[in-house]
């Protein structure tokens, strides 16, 4: 019954990570980044929209996003929990995200912050440009991803520290013991894991 947020700059493993904790906290994990780019693949009318932000490392608009969102939440594999990647991003979908909870009657209970400091970052991402072609991996847009990130969603830290839900993790080193640092503090703070 976990409700867990992992928010993090771009290229510090949030999407790795999201699918071990989703199995280790037995909780789908819900991506936007992911939901985004299948509906671009899929070529749909919401890709279609999102793909000229994702190309240019802009958010795509919280009017697209938060909808989104919304629906997903209220799905019935959700009852029992979620881990959100890559949302909220913006302090208008963090309200968005309480008033979507306070709907369902749920409260947050932890908030996962992944930090990798920017020469990893934008190594490693310069790697996954080569690997998967991503297209919003260039180097220009790799830098402006990063000041989009500094600008918008780190002050996202602080209202979830004031809340006292952080746990900051450092997301260097192997993919294993990020893993084993995360579902260690987890474990600290008494959310209940499946046995790996
Ligand atoms: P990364 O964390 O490496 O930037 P993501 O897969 O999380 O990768 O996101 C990729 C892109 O998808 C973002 O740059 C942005 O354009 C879009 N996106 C994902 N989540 C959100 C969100 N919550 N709000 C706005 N845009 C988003």
């Given at each position: 019954m976990t409700r867990l947020l992992l928010i993090g700059?771009?290229?510090?493993g949030k999407g790795t990570q999201a699918v071990r904790l989703s199995q280790a906290c037995n909780v789908p994990a819900i991506s936007t980044g992911d939901i985004f780019r299948s509906n671009v693949q899929n070529g749909t009318e919401l890709g279609l929209k999102a793909a000229e932000f994702m190309n240019a490392g802009k958010y795509v608009p919280d009017s697209l996003t938060n909808d989104l969102v919304r629906s997903r939440l209220n799905e019935p594999d959700v009852d029992n929990g979620f881990l959100l990647d890559g949302?909220?991003?913006?302090a208008a979908q963090v309200a968005e995200l309480d008033d979507i909870l306070a709907g369902t009657g749920h409260e947050l209970d932890v908030v996962v912050l992944l930090v990798a400091d920017s020469d990893e970052i934008v190594k490693r991402l310069s790697k996954r440009a080569l690997e998967?072609?991503?297209?919003?991996?260039?180097e220009d847009v790799i830098r402006h991803r990063l000041d989009v990130y500094a600008e918008q969603t780190a002050p996202l830290i602080e209202i979830y520290s004031d809340r006292g839900l952080v746990v900051e993790v450092d997301g260097l080193g192997s993919v294993d013991d990020v893993t084993a640092r995360i579902t260690g503090a987890l474990d600290a703070r008494g959310i209940a894991l499946l046995a790996s």
């Open positions: 700059p771009p290229g510090a949302y909220p991003r913006t998967q072609g991503r297209s919003d991996d260039t």
